[in-house]
């Protein structure tokens, strides 16, 4: 069965350093990867997505991710994080089918 | 264009009740997933519904069920409420084929079950 594991629970930083978090998917298929994030009292919104080609993808607010295949990756980067970047990230991966399956989410907490 | 509508927003029942969640996929989307999000699990696959038909399902008891109508426009309903059935059900539409969607959410439906 499909899986996705994002290891970091809960990440506190300080405005301006940088972010990453992990997320590993087991499938060993064609899969699109997706962040959604949910800011505090708001719906999930979609970050960003990879489906195919360059792997290095680029999502808004200034977040990027990058497709390892090899490692089974889709790690999420922001070279500088502000405090309206607080909120639940969550690491998605959609097979053949429609639906995707989630990570546990990491909340971000960016302290001022 | 307007984006994924839920409604009630919030909702309370009592055990053995049943509930009836509705949901409004932005025009033009024929997809429509249902999920549940709770502290414990997460977010949570229900079913999917295309063109009136369920397309996929995940692993929910019979109590869970939904129907989708010729406006794409979905209903979810869950049977004889359980307290573990306190959770945020989430709506989420996508233009169509199956593996290429990307999902947009909706605002989710807070059920609390007394």
């Known amino acids: 069965a499909q899986s996705v594991s994002q290891h970091n629970h809960h990440v506190i930083l300080s405005e301006a350093a940088s972010l990453e978090l992990g997320c590993n998917y087991s499938y060993g298929g064609t899969v699109n990867l997706f962040w959604y994030v949910q800011y505090p009292g708001q719906h999930l919104q979609l970050l960003l997505k990879y489906f195919s080609g360059d792997p290095l993808v680029k999502g808004i607010k200034g977040f990027e991710a990058e497709f390892i295949k090899s490692k089974f990756s889709f790690n999420l980067r922001k070279p500088s994080v502000q405090w309206s970047d607080t909120a639940e990230y969550f690491c998605?991966?959609?097979?053949?089918?429609?639906?995707?399956?989630f990570g546990t989410g990491t909340r971000l907490t960016v302290i001022p | 264009k307007a984006g994924v509508t839920q409604t009630p927003r919030y909702l309370i029942k009592t055990r053995g009740q049943q509930v009836t969640l509705s949901c409004s996929p932005i025009s033009g989307h024929r997809s429509v997933s249902w999920y549940q999000q709770t502290p414990g699990q997460g977010l949570q696959f229900l079913f999917e519904?295309?063109?009136?038909?369920?397309?996929n399902k995940g692993n929910f008891p019979g109590r869970f069920s939904g129907r989708q109508f010729s406006n794409s426009r979905s209903e979810m309903n869950v049977s004889t409420l359980e307290l573990g059935d306190s959770a945020l059900y989430l709506c989420?539409?996508?233009?169509?084929?199956?593996?290429?969607?990307?999902?947009?959410f909706g605002p989710g439906t807070r059920l609390l079950v007394l």
């Open positions: 989420a539409s996508s233009l169509a084929g199956a593996g290429e969607g990307t999902q947009y």
């Open positions: 998605a991966v959609q097979t053949g089918a429609n639906n995707l399956f």
């Open positions: 519904y295309f063109s009136e038909t369920q397309r």
